[in-house]
């Protein structure tokens, strides 16, 4: 074989040179995942006045478009902080159309839901509320906000500490959080003016019909485990019960542990 001396040198010279370019590339190459994961990461850190713009957006686009009415309740929509209710890794999602995880299998309800639940309670000032499924704690600052005073009832405890100490950073603390079984309803605080259940029971609770004022409203779906439910709005006059059927919706189960 012969052995060409100087081709040999510029063979080598042509490898260093192409690994020296190989690293040169997978560095800039390094380089422009991370500006671009940066800029990405900006993008979704979201300030107030984001959240004010995104709070707006889905007033009018999910709530009045759809055919909420009641000014006081789109004004409590407006002002409510609901990214400040969910998990901070998520909080960029606070104002889409549609429930979110708040941990523990539970949800906090799609916005139009905690809108539509609101307006068919008519909520005035003073009335007296209990809800049944505290969960985030979104739907009880909303009845707050409108000047009800708000008792409300969640089965886990880590859900009732975390939705307490959020409703009282937000000078929502007039709200009486209890941890406890909501099928027992809260026999010391009644009669209530209204009852909002934001988990499914597969039949009304008996508890719940007795604590109810005369005249009172309920407003409840109503259903089996994982499957459609009805929601119902039950009024109670002269000792009677009415029932109407409103719309067919998916709430997780509320939980009867005595059975
Ligand atoms: N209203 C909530 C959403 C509720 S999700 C909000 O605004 O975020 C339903 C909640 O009902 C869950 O937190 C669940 O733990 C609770 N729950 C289920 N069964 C219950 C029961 N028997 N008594 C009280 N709370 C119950």
Redesign the pocket.
Known sequence: MIFDKKNEKSNIFAVCLTSIFRKMIAKYILLAFALVSLTLQGLSTLNAQDYDRLRNEMVEKQLKDRGIKSKTVLEAMRNVPRHL?VPPDIQSDAYLDSPLP?GLE????QPYM?AFMTEQLKPVGEMKIL??????????AILAYLGCDVYT????EE?AERSEKILTDLNFSKVKVKCG???AGWPDEAPFDAIIV??APEKIPEALLEQLKEGGKMIVPVGPVHSIQSLKLITKKKGRITEENLLPVRF?????RTK
């Open positions: 209710f708040i539970q949800t906090i309800s905690v809800e049944i499924g505290t969960g985030s704690g979104y739907q009880a009832i969640e089965l886990l859900l079984n909501g099928y934001t988990a997780v189960p509320m939980v009867d």
